[in-house]
Nanobody
Framework: QVQLVESGGGLVQAGGSLRLSCEAS????????MGWHRQAPGKQRELVAH???????NYGDPVKGRFTISRDNAKNTVYLQMNSLKPEDTAVYYC?????????????WGQGTQVTVSS
């Protein structure tokens, strides 16, 4: 059984920084793509950042130039460095991973971590 465990959310003032982490736990799997999405109250879930197995990244327009996604394949972990945070970045952030095991690819989501940016 594969689980995604997120950490690093919290409360920060506008202009501040936070770093989110998401570790995939379990055994007998390989991780393909990883990414972060977020959902603010009353809004749809949106892509924040994505990184594929080769390290190629893409970002949602609202976070370009401020957020950086990275991964440590040895630790089965993806990170999201968030700088110059704005109140509109307030949301629940979800880790997502495409993980292969037993010859099949599956999509997994983390439980979500709250990020609150005060003005």
């Amino acid at each position: 059984q594969v689980q995604l465990v997120e950490s690093g959310g919290g409360l920060v003032q506008a202009g501040g920084s936070l770093r989110l982490s998401c570790e995939a736990s379990g055994s007998g799997f390989s991780i393909n793509d990883m990414g972060w999405h977020r959902q603010a109250p009353g809004k749809q879930r949106e892509l924040v950042a994505h990184i594929n197995s080769g390290g190629l990244t893409n970002y949602g327009d609202p976070v370009k130039g401020r957020f950086t996604i990275s991964r440590d394949n040895a630790k089965n972990t993806v990170y999201l460095q968030m700088n110059s945070l704005k109140p509109e970045d307030t949301a629940v952030y979800y880790c997502k991973a495409i993980i292969s095991h037993s010859g099949t690819a599956y999509q997994y989501w983390g439980q979500g971590t709250q990020v609150t940016v005060s003005s």
